[in-house]
């Protein structure tokens, strides 16, 4: 079975500061990991997947995640916040077509991000 | 490509009353889905689908039915209106190779009943 759990839902950073938003996953089979944002009153948008090849993945607008197999996670990252970085973020996991769930996409509680002028 | 649009945008539902949601997606993905969204909660599966003809349930089906009569078009159907249906509510597709297993959203519908 597959479940995502983001730790914090609220983070508030400053202008200019590291953005980290936590994700930690469960997954029966290799995971496929994704990061969505979701801006006010619009539909999610994907910023960024992992589908077992580089580790280290880059996404739009600066975003970058890690997946490291050791501590189940996929932690987003951005070195210097922007204030128009300010939305919902929501984390997903999927078995990637290679288990029984057939590649739904299970998704974390989301992580709501303020940045502070 | 429109990508996956969704109507109406808002709509006001008195108890009891029945509507439907309309999703529809131009890429020829085999898999759609529909999501309620409430605030805190992250988004939970109502309905899907594997292809035309094929749908299934998720985790939150009560109040719901859907139909996939064509690719491209997978109405969600809300009979007997609750307030407990007050949500925003998305639509997803996704092409279900396995290069491609991101699923691509609707921009919603925001659905208030009272």
């Known amino acids: 079975a597959q479940s995502v759990t983001q730790l914090g839902s609220h983070v508030s950073v400053s202008e200019g500061a590291l953005v980290l938003l936590r994700c930690n996953y469960s997954?029966?089979?290799?995971?496929?990991l994704f990061w969505y944002v979701q801006y006010p009153n619009q539909g999610l948008q994907l910023l960024l997947k992992?589908?077992?090849?580089?580790?280290l993945v880059k996404g739009i607008n600066g975003f970058e995640a890690e997946f490291k197999k050791s501590e189940t996670s996929f932690h987003l990252t951005k070195p210097s916040a922007h204030m128009s970085d300010a939305a919902e973020y929501f984390c997903?996991?999927?078995?990637?077509?290679?288990?029984?769930?057939?590649?739904?996409?299970?998704f974390g509680r989301g992580t709501q991000l303020t940045v502070w002028p | 490509n429109a990508g996956v649009t969704q109507t109406p945008k808002f709509r006001i539902l008195k108890i009891g009353q029945s509507m439907t949601l309309q999703c529809t997606q131009d890429?020829?993905?085999?898999?759609m889905y529909w999501y309620r969204q409430d605030p805190g909660m992250g988004l939970k599966l109502i309905y899907y689908?594997?292809?035309?003809?094929?749908?299934d349930k998720g985790e939150v089906p009560n109040g719901y039915n859907v139909s996939r009569s064509t690719t491209e078009d997978f109405p969600l159907r809300l009979e007997l209106a609750a307030p407990s249906q007050t949500s925003v509510y998305f639509c997803?597709?996704?092409?279900?190779?396995?290069?491609?297993?991101?699923?691509?959203f609707g921009p919603g519908t925001r659905l208030t009943v009272t």
């Open positions: 997803a597709s996704q092409g279900g190779s396995t290069t491609d297993y991101e699923q691509y």
């Open positions: 997954s029966s089979v290799p995971p496929y």
């Open positions: 992992y589908t077992s090849a580089a580790t």
């Open positions: 890429m020829n993905h085999n898999y």
């Open positions: 689908s594997v292809g035309a003809g094929i749908t």
């Open positions: 997903a996991v999927s078995d990637g077509g290679r288990g029984s769930t057939l590649g739904r996409l299970y």
